[in-house]
């Protein structure tokens, strides 16, 4: 019996001590309640889930905007255009000889030396010795007046009055007649200039034997024609 006795109150003693054991357990577990729980769930994890990217089904295609490129506008410079100075108009004034103008270099018009195989854009005193279709034969010479006259007569060893005539080039030239262009003949009987359409020109009533050797003129060339032409009286 004090067997039996020892084995009952050992088994009281186990028992009360797992009884302690378990209420110690669950006060444990009450006393956690305001603790945070992680509740873990088979087969998940707690990492943020990856980043998703969206995936263009194969074959077809997204159209992107270019990107935009700003070309500025192409910057012009207004220049003047050239400027073109046209040939001066000669024209006469009614007297029988025009001025010495620049260039002369002392006779009377333009001068007396071209220096060219053509007759340039001036005011040009010689001899028409023919006329063709429109075509002068131009024989230049040199028309000298006042104190020019003077130097040019003492230079070639004679004497000058109101003018003097230097004829020492025997070049000519082929002149054409401007459309339009205009004749001032001497009259014969006023010795006035009259003024005729160059077609009208050798007029008969002249006091000029036209054309010929004497038949001294002044032409007024422009852009390369003769644009007037003025019989010169010489007594």
Do not use: H
């Not at 054991?21 to 603790?35: E, T, W």
């Amino acid at each position: 019996m004090i067997g039996q006795a020892y084995s009952m109150e050992a088994e009281v003693k186990r028992s009360m001590f797992l009884l302690g054991v378990v209420m110690a357990v669950l006060l444990a577990a009450c006393g956690d309640d305001d603790a945070a729980t992680t509740t873990t769930v088979p087969g998940t994890t707690s990492e943020p889930p990856p980043a998703t990217s969206t995936t263009t089904p194969e074959g077809s295609t997204t159209s992107e905007a270019p990107p935009t490129t700003t070309i500025p506008p192409a910057t012009t410079t207004s220049e003047p255009p050239p400027t073109t100075t046209p040939p001066p108009l000669f024209t006469t004034d009614g007297d029988f000889f025009p001025d010495v103008l620049p260039g002369s270099e002392g006779p009377n018009g333009s001068g007396c030396i071209t220096g060219e195989t053509i007759l340039g854009d001036g005011v040009w005193f010689g001899y028409v010795e023919g006329i063709s279709g429109g075509t002068l034969t131009f024989d230049l010479a040199c028309f000298f007046t006042g104190a020019a006259a003077v130097t040019a007569a003492t230079e070639d060893g004679y004497e000058a009055f109101d003018y003097y005539i230097r004829n020492k080039n025997p070049k000519t030239y082929s002149v054409d007649l401007a459309p339009g262009a205009m004749a001032y003949y001497v009259n014969g009987s006023t010795i006035e200039l009259v003024a005729v359409g160059a077609g009208a020109w050798p007029n008969a009533a002249s006091f000029l034997a036209c054309p010929g050797e004497w038949c001294s003129v002044w032409l007024y060339v422009n852009q390369g024609k003769v644009t007037e032409l003025v019989e010169q009286y010489v007594p």
